[in-house]
């Protein structure tokens, strides 16, 4: 599967309205969004950025890397594990929005 215009524009639109600090950018054949988010614990930014190639999405998850690291999910590339099996990934139904969101939750779930 592959992105077609159609899905970015509605992507890229629910980004700006959702996240607008969010910047998206492309490095083809890899794109995505970044930026910070605030720890609500400990009061500090974290960089986020949320990547995919053009070939794999919608069809898998983007990638997620958080600097600094903290809790305990970590692939060896460096990314996030935020696959969960209760949740798993749709692409009918999740975005780079709702990836976003499960960061804010493993956020506060992890005391950042």
């Not at 490095?27 to 969004?33: C, D, E, M, T, V």
């Amino acid at each position: 599967m592959q992105i077609d215009k159609v899905r970015y524009a509605m992507e890229w639109q629910l980004m700006r309205n959702t996240f607008p600090e969010f910047r998206a950018f492309a490095r083809p054949p890899k794109f995505g969004w970044e930026g910070f988010l605030q720890g609500k614990k400990s009061g500090r930014l974290y960089g986020v950025v949320l990547i995919s190639t053009e070939t794999t999405y919608p069809a898998y998850r983007p990638q997620v890397f958080i600097t600094p690291h903290f809790g305990g999910n970590w692939l060896a590339d460096g990314s996030l594990c935020i696959d969960n099996h209760q949740s798993p990934w749709d692409a009918a139904l999740h975005s780079f929005a709702n990836t976003l969101l499960r960061v804010i939750e493993y956020m506060e779930k992890n005391n950042a």
